[in-house]
T-cell receptor, first 115, second 113 residues
Framework: GAVVSQHPSRVICKSGTSVKIECRSLDFQATTMFWYRQFPKQSLMLMATSNEGSKATYEQGVEKDKFLINHASLTLSTLTVTSAHPEDSSFYIC???????????FGQGTRLTVV | QKEVEQNSGPLSVPEGAIASLNCTYSDRGSQSFFWYRQYSGKSPELIMSIYSNGDKEDGRFTAQLNKASQYVSLLIRDSQPSDSATYLCAVNQGNSGYSTLTFGKGTMLLVSP
């Protein structure tokens, strides 16, 4: 299957700082990228959907000014957690799809700990 | 609003048994259907995709799709303890020009030795 690379895999940051997470599709053009957050023992929660060439669409309750998403190219999307707080500590996962009706391929995930 | 429903479980089966996981979806325009497996602390990995009515087999896994009834299921034969994970059903409508992939909340499967 296609490869989606997500970095970093783990990050620890101080409260109030910003953290950028990168998601790259290595061998296909990702027309749509998804960002999820997952708390321990809970299900995936979709944060936002980003289509190439347009702004990200955020799910209800997700602050777009706090979670900045940039779908810079067909192979790269970034999620920046601004002014991070301990409650933002979570497992963040990106996924990407290519053309219509294809499966989504997931990055390895980023475990964010805000101290 | 598009919805994908799964029983959260846990579904407990003994080793060697058949595990049956079910998923229903609300959007009749859905075009493609996927099953992902997620181990604790890891990101989901694709295990099956199905696009047309009927059964699709891949090793110990069989996906079943019934568009008229709007359900998709996953059967795991000869279940192994290593199959213990959360299984996510995903449905892609894709008629807006872009992928619109919706995930269910997942069913936890526990296979006991």
């Amino acid at each position: 299957g296609a490869v989606v690379s997500q970095h970093p895999s783990r990050v620890i940051c101080k409260s109030g700082t910003s953290v950028k997470i990168e998601c790259r599709s290595l061998d296909f053009q990702a027309t749509t990228m998804f960002w999820y957050r997952q708390f321990p023992k809970q299900s995936l929660m979709l944060m936002a959907t980003s289509n190439e060439g347009s702004k990200a669409t955020y799910e209800q309750g997700v602050e777009k000014d706090k979670f900045l998403i940039n779908h810079a190219s067909l192979t790269l999307s970034t999620l920046t957690v601004t002014s991070a707080h301990p409650e933002d500590s979570s497992f963040y996962i990106c996924s990407a799809t290519g053309t219509l009706n294809t499966e989504a391929f997931f990055g390895q995930g980023t475990r964010l700990t805000v101290v | 609003q598009k919805e994908v429903e799964q029983n959260s479980g846990p579904l407990s089966v003994p080793e060697g048994a058949i595990a049956s996981l079910n998923c229903t979806y609300s959007d009749r325009g859905s075009q493609s259907f996927f099953w992902y497996r997620q181990y604790s602390g890891k990101s989901p990995e694709l295990i099956m995709s199905i696009y047309s009515n009927g059964d699709k087999e891949d090793g110990r896994f069989t996906a079943q799709l019934n568009k008229a009834s709007q359900y998709v299921s996953l059967l795991i034969r000869d279940s192994q303890p290593s199959d213990s994970a959360t299984y996510l059903c995903a449905v892609n409508q894709g008629n807006s020009g872009y992928s619109t992939l919706t995930f269910g909340k997942g069913t936890m499967l526990l296979v006991s030795p």
